[in-house]
């Protein structure tokens, strides 16, 4: 009987790592961009209080405080990749935190520069802008800034406040170091009867295994380990809520929402209309839910069930390198020059493709203004990563045809836009291969697949938005978040979406406890929202072809260079209205309806 144990990060092939060392060649490197940013940080004092004496004197100022942090972003990200390479390295982790306390210095630093901009008049700013050719590019920066002006302290407040940012992140952190360096659930035995250890990597494959015991098994030890650290988990989360209900109310905003979704001038009903149209269409979930217990024939539908594909085939193994195929064949509609820079960025190294010790679980898409748009999987070479190196190289994607084409200032996106590009190629994919498809069973399980898509992401990330404000409410309104009240009313919720086809559950109430989303405050809900947004547009690309795509390839090229919901826009999509996510909510309806029908 064979053991399944990771493999250390000596033993992965280097082909399979990321070209990480093209962003430094040594720490020497790394270390000098450091000390070469505090300088920078020491000179840019010098503004203090002539900060607006004259148009090219801000100019200038604006220069210089984007160059000095392209280069510390650089300096993070490294610092931040070679930690997620393996947490339990210490050497990384010192890197890691000697930036942190960089960019805690540097803020403190140039604190005054918001402050001492925004007491100059208003009119004063505006001839500034109409007169130095060179500022026209920070118009829209200091335009929002103006926008903000009445939740900007003084500059000793801001100085005050920066300052303390090394400590107000501490709960994200620490939650990190528990999640990523310090949890273990141990080892089960597998479906093919070998012991294998229970991993963040591993555990959804494992849930999507067809034998109900080894489902059983892995979800079992998961939340044993949650439960055992939820007083210690509650705590934590609890101050990271506190965190952003008191920097709220510092701020001046009405709640710790508001605050949380006034940096990217998103209307508050934008959420509020995501929770309400998904609420009317939980019947259509319930219903699904329903269907999966009567499929499964089991006498009590257990969360352990909800995620195995309802459509059973032959196990399928997908190398990285077919992988990889099938994600250009399914973004063949995006146009030859999509394919050809997303296979240059294969090829030379974006990516670190397979799990090993210590490293992050998960997924993502990272990356410096100066560095390739990078990608970090923990592939195990099923259809199911084949969907998830898709959907990060959408984030990727974006981030080069920004970068390309937007200066420093405009170089990143916001979430909100960011998970239409990563959803549009999932899309993108899924309706290639349900073209394709000519045997049935396939096709049901394809269909099946696309549905737990929007289960997954629109309705889970939905669910988590409504706790995250339940949460975020209650501390408002004097409230103590309780490993019992966070328990309780987390499964009430999971009931509500789910409905009366699911039976009792007793770990489920721990399920919030695994959740690194909650960390970083209403962020979730723009999973929710870019997936209503990327199936408007995704339809558009296929219906209409060139013209739908070469507008959102202009898209991909905005940036953060105007509010998310302005630059959806030009893809053709208005998130200020419900109709994008009841267009997604129809579409889930329909496919249910037609998965129905084919069992």
Not at 512 to 532: K, L, M, N
Request: charged share 25%.
């Amino acid at each position: 009987m064979g053991n399944k144990k990771l493999k250390k990060r000596s033993e992965i092939d280097q082909k399979y790592k990321w070209k990480i060392e093209a962003m430094y060649a040594d720490d020497q490197t790394w270390q000098a961009d450091i000390d070469q940013v505090l300088s920078m940080a020491e000179e840019f004092s010098a503004y203090q209080g002539r900060l607006t004496e004259s148009a090219a004197a801000l100019s200038a100022a604006f220069q210089e405080k984007d160059a000095l942090w392209q280069k510390l972003e650089k300096a993070y990200v490294y610092a931040r990749m070679k930690l997620d390479e393996d947490n339990r390295e210490a050497k990384q982790q010192s890197m890691h935190d000697k930036v942190n306390a960089v960019i805690a210095k540097v803020s403190a630093a140039m604190s005054f520069f918001t402050p001492e901009l925004l007491s100059a008049p208003e009119e004063l700013l505006r001839q500034y802008m109409d007169s130095e050719a060179s500022l026209e590019q920070y118009r829209f920066v200091i335009e929002d800034l103006l926008r903000e002006k009445k939740h900007v302290l003084s500059g000793e407040e801001e100085n005050l406040l920066a300052q303390m940012s090394e400590v107000t992140d501490a709960t994200n952190t620490i939650f990190t170091m528990l999640n990523n360096a310090d949890i273990k659930f141990g080892f089960i035995t597998d479906e093919d009867g070998e012991e294998t250890e229970v991993t963040h990597g591993s555990y959804i494959s494992l849930m999507e295994s067809h034998n109900r015991q080894v489902r059983k098994s892995a979800y079992t030890h998961v939340y044993e380990a949650y439960k055992g650290l939820i007083n210690t988990i509650a705590s934590t989360y609890s101050y990271n809520v506190k965190t952003d209900v008191v920097g709220a109310r510092i701020r001046k905003y009405s709640s710790a929402r508001a605050a949380a979704l006034s940096g990217d001038n998103i209307p508050e009903e934008v959420y509020d209309n995501l929770i309400s149209v998904v609420h009317d269409y939980l019947p259509v979930l319930h219903r699904y839910i329903q269907l999966r217990k009567r499929i499964l024939g089991v006498d009590e539908l257990k969360m352990y069930d909800v995620y195995v594909p309802l459509v059973e085939l032959p196990k399928r193994i997908i190398p990285f390198e077919e992988g990889v195929e099938i994600m250009k064949k399914g973004l063949a509609p995006l146009g030859e020059e999509y394919i050809r820079r997303l296979s240059d960025g294969v090829k030379s190294g974006w990516i670190d493709v397979y799990e090993n010790e210590g490293k992050t679980s998960g997924a993502y898409s990272f990356g410096s203004y100066d560095s390739f748009p990078y990608i970090l999987l923990n592939y195990t070479d099923t259809l199911q990563d084949v969907f998830t190196l898709v959907h990060e190289m959408g984030h990727s994607m974006h981030s080069s045809y920004t970068r390309q084409t937007q200066p420093f200032t405009y170089g990143d996106h916001s979430i909100f836009t960011a998970e239409v590009a990563s959803t549009v190629n999932e899309s993108l994919l899924m309706n290639c291969l349900l073209e394709e498809e000519t045997d049935p069973q396939m096709r049901s399980y394809l269909l099946n697949m696309y549905i737990e898509e929007f289960r997954t992401t629109l309705f889970r990330q939905t669910m988590f938005a409504e706790f995250e404000q339940l949460c975020h409410k209650y501390v408002e309104e004097g409230g103590s978040l309780t490993a019992q009240w966070l328990c309780d009313e987390y499964d009430k919720l999971n009931r509500t979406y789910f409905g009366p086809a699911l039976g009792e559950d007793e770990y489920i109430r721990y399920e919030w406890a695994r959740i690194p989303h909650f960390y970083r405050g209403f962020y979730v809900y723009q999973y929710a929202t870019g997936y209503s947004a990327a199936t408007a547009i995704s339809e558009k690309i296929r219906r209409e072809g060139a013209p739908a795509r070469d507008a959102y390839k202009e898209f991909l090229k905005t940036g953060s260079s105007d509010y998310p919901v302005e630059l959806l826009k030009i893809a053709g999509v208005d998130m200020s209205s419900k109709e994008p996510v009841i267009m997604a909510m129809e579409t889930f309806k329909k496919l249910v309806e037609e998965f129905e029908n084919t069992i």
